[in-house]
């Protein structure tokens, strides 16, 4: 067998793989994405994509309109709304996360919604764009092998019908929820393993836009005990899923033909009048774990592969992103010699505690989700059918009001922190709270930028440490240009102007106070002012990169250099 080599092989070409491939060739690295199947996948899954989200996206250099271009209109995915069928009566409201304009105060990329595969889209052309990276579809990783110096996979080609041998330094585990390269590294998931079999049926009809007018939404709960489920409006009436529930004993799988599913879905809908075009199907098991480790030698899961949650609360794929933009630095700046191995540790110790909270919110909104369907089938059975609309609002307000957090996350997308290299959600799922405590993300603020108006986070680099200045930054300069690695200096009033104080009231630094910041946007450690600036910075720096002191390292030159081209 020929033996290739690439520095870093990614199972997986989803969101998450297609992601850590893009920012590791940020850093310079060079990677290859193996893919099992022959194309992308065109069933859509998610649709939330977060604040924090489209920020590290911006941040690894994709081009948010081509995002923006692919949304489901936002007058149309304001609300989620709960009714009896979907043209049934509306027995309660909620507004759908924080798209107002207040919410531009605390992050310059206010959520979207768009279809997983549109998404994907853009990621991809980004990905195929680049030189840095290998995409090879109609490949399956099949195994690996070697995890002391290198990791050797076996790669089946299915075009070919051959297998090769693939060497590279790191392989990251992208491969999905039923991971098979964690299920060869035998590492056993925490949590409930199945909640739930699920059909989602994907389909469109041209009459329901029309219908849907005076209450459009991007999530429909139908409530009747014979036609339960919910719909994900991508595109009203044109990209449509239904998510039901079955028991697979009392519903074998194979049962759901195309002719079923149209039934299913028009039994939903709630007028046979209406036509509906099935699309695809796609079934799946409702889990809630997290895997117990996130790194065995070499081998890193992430995404799916790392945890699977039930999809209430959109918090599974902005989790994988996290997860990618959390390891790829760290990788690259242990493959470049200018962080210690022990930053290698760190990932599972920062990002599988997030995992864990957001499985138990994703749980906690199922439990109250189930709760409201029950309720219903009580009401219901109680009139022996079908109940007034009127007593059914008033019966089910209080518990449509308690599913407030399902879709408000906002703690949860920009709040967590990394402090003292263990990560941490807020206690409020909903709140979140700009803070320059060490270990959370950069606050956002709107700057000045040679007369551009710019956020706070748009000052860092996103492939070096950066130290954001007040004014007086003469110290911390000198302190910056003597580490053996580039650090990205900001000063307020050289770099950068505060028309508003915004960023002064928020962050507090002012004169010769600086915030050092990681390449993933958080912070180390915010200094009062620049006496002992150089020592300061030494011990932070050495602290965040996993070395016991700072000792100049090999790589630091291309990173600098590379690091001053791109700012
Ligand atoms: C109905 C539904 C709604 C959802 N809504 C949301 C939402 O609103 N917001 C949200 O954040 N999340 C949501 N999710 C979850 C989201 O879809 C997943 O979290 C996301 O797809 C995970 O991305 P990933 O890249 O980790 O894995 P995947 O997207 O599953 O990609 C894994 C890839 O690995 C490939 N692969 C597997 N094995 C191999 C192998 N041996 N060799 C090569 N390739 C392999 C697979 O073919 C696949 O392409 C939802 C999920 C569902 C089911």
Not at 466 to 493: C, E, F, M
Request: proline residues 6%; negative net charge.
């Amino acid at each position: 067998m020929a033996e290739l080599h690439v520095p870093v092989v990614i199972v997986g070409a989803g969101p998450t793989g297609l992601l850590m491939s893009l920012l590791l060739a940020q850093h310079g690295t060079r990677s290859a994405v193996i893919e099992r199947r022959k194309s992308p996948s065109l069933f859509p899954r998610a649709h939330a994509l977060n604040p924090r989200s489209l920020e590290i996206c911006s941040s690894a250099g994709i081009n948010l309109n081509e995002i923006r271009k692919r949304v489901t209109a936002p007058d149309n995915a304001r609300d989620v709304r709960f009714l009896t069928r979907l043209l049934g009566a509306e027995v309660g409201a909620l507004p759908y996360e924080r798209q107002d304009e207040a919410v531009l105060e605390l992050t310059p990329t206010p959520l979207v919604n768009i279809a997983q595969p549109d998404f994907e889209e853009v990621l991809l052309a980004a990905v195929r764009d680049n030189p840095l990276i290998e995409l090879w579809y109609g490949h399956e990783w099949r195994a690996a092998a070697n995890m002391g110096v290198d990791v050797r996979s076996t790669i089946y080609d299915q075009r070919r019908s051959t297998s090769f041998e693939l060497a590279s330094d790191y392989l990251i585990a992208c491969d999905g929820a039923n991971s098979p390269v964690r299920e060869a590294l035998a590492i056993p998931m925490d949590g409930v393993g199945q909640i739930a079999q699920n059909v989602n049926i994907q389909f469109s009809s041209s009459g329901l836009a029309g219908r849907l007018s005076d209450r459009p939404a991007i999530l429909y709960w139908t409530l009747d005990p014979e036609a339960t489920g919910t719909f994900i409006a991508y595109r009203l009436g044109e990209n449509m899923v239904f998510a039901h529930n079955y028991d697979p004993v009392a519903e074998p799988p194979e049962s759901f033909t195309p002719e079923r599913c149209r039934e299913l879905v028009s039994a939903a809908v709630g007028d046979p009048s209406v036509e509906v075009q099935i699309k695809g199907v796609s079934h799946w098991v409702m889990t809630s774990q997290v895997a117990q480790a996130y790194r065995s030698g070499r081998i890193f899961l992430a995404g799916d592969a790392a945890h699977r949650f039930p999809p209430a609360g959109g918090l599974g794929l902005n989790t994988g992103i996290g997860d990618v933009h959390n390891l790829a630095w760290k990788i690259a700046a242990v493959q470049r010699s200018w962080g210690g191995e022990a930053l290698l540790d760190s990932y599972e110790r920062e990002r599988r505690p997030i995992a864990v909270a957001n499985a138990d919110q994703s749980m906690i909104n199922v439990r109250r989700m189930s709760k409201l369907f029950h309720t219903f089938r009580r009401l219901w059975d109680d009139a022996k059918g079908p109940v007034q609309e009127g007593q059914l609002r008033e019966e089910l307000s209080e518990q449509i009001e308690a599913q407030r957090e399902h879709f408000d996350s906002l703690g949860l997308q920009l709040g967590y922190s990394y402090a003292d290299g263990v990560g941490r959600s807020p206690q409020n799922v909903s709140e979140y709270i700009p803070s320059m405590d060490p270990g959370v993300r950069l606050p956002h603020a709107w700057v000045e930028r040679s007369g551009e108006r710019v956020s706070s986070l748009d000052l860092i680099s996103s492939v070096a440490f950066s130290l954001i200045t007040g004014p007086s930054d003469q110290q911390w300069r000198a302190a910056a240009a003597l580490r053996p690695l580039t650090v990205k200096v900001v000063s307020l009033g050289r770099n950068f102007d505060d028309p508003e104080g915004d960023w002064r009231k928020l962050s507090g630094i002012d004169e010769s106070a600086a915030v050092l910041v990681r390449p993933d946007g958080h912070i180390v450690k915010s200094f009062k002012s620049d006496r002992n600036a150089v020592a300061a910075l030494e011990a932070e720096l050495a602290s965040a990169l996993g070395l016991p002191s700072f000792v100049v390292a090999g790589g630091h030159a291309a990173v600098e250099a590379r690091s001053q081209a791109r700012n």
